[in-house]
C-alpha cells in the first residue's frame, strides 16, 4: 500500500483545513483500516483518529475531539480529515496510515501495526 497525504499549510487559528490520503498499491482500499497520526516539533508522533475499513467506525484523540472528522470514500481510495477550529496546538506534521491486520480494533490498535504510512504534510497554525 502506498500513500500520499495532501493539503497541509499555513493557516490562522480558528480556520479550517482538510487533508487526504490517497492510497495506491495491490491491497484494495476497503480492505484496509485508516488512521492519521501527527507529529510535532520536538515531540513525539501522537494518535490523531482512526476509521474502520468500512468507515462505519470511528475513534479520535481527546485532543481533537468535536473538532477533527476523519472520513474515507471506497470508491476513490481516499481518507480525509476535517480539521476546524485549529490552533496553534495542531501544529505539527500530518501522516496517514494504514493497516491491514485486524488483530486489534480500530481503539486498541498500536502504533506499531500500522505498517504502511504516507510522506507527511505540513500544517501550521498561527495564533
Known amino acids: 500500500v502506498q500513500l500520499q497525504a495532501s493539503g497541509g499549510g499555513l493557516v490562522q487559528a480558528g480556520v479550517s483545513l482538510r487533508l487526504s490520503c490517497a492510497a495506491s498499491?495491490?491491497?484494495?482500499?476497503?480492505?484496509?483500516?485508516m488512521g492519521w497520526f501527527r507529529q510535532a516539533p520536538g515531540k513525539e508522533r501522537e494518535f490523531v483518529a482512526a476509521?474502520?475499513?468500512?468507515?462505519?467506525?470511528?475513534y479520535y484523540a481527546d485532543s481533537v475531539k468535536g473538532r477533527f472528522t476523519i472520513s474515507r470514500d471506497n470508491a476513490k481510495n481516499t481518507m480525509y480529515l476535517q480539521m476546524n477550529n485549529l490552533e496553534p496546538e495542531d501544529t505539527a506534521v500530518y501522516y496517514c496510515?494504514?493497516?491491514?491486520?485486524?488483530?486489534?480494533?480500530?481503539?486498541?490498535?498500536?502504533?506499531?501495526?500500522?505498517?504502511?504510512w504516507g510522506q507527511g504534510t505540513l500544517v501550521t497554525v498561527s495564533s
Open positions: 496510515a494504514a493497516a491491514d491486520n485486524f488483530l486489534h480494533s480500530i481503539v486498541t490498535r498500536p502504533v506499531g501495526e500500522y505498517y504502511y
Open positions: 498499491g495491490r491491497r484494495t482500499f476497503s480492505s484496509i483500516d
Open positions: 476509521i474502520s475499513r468500512s468507515g462505519g467506525s470511528t
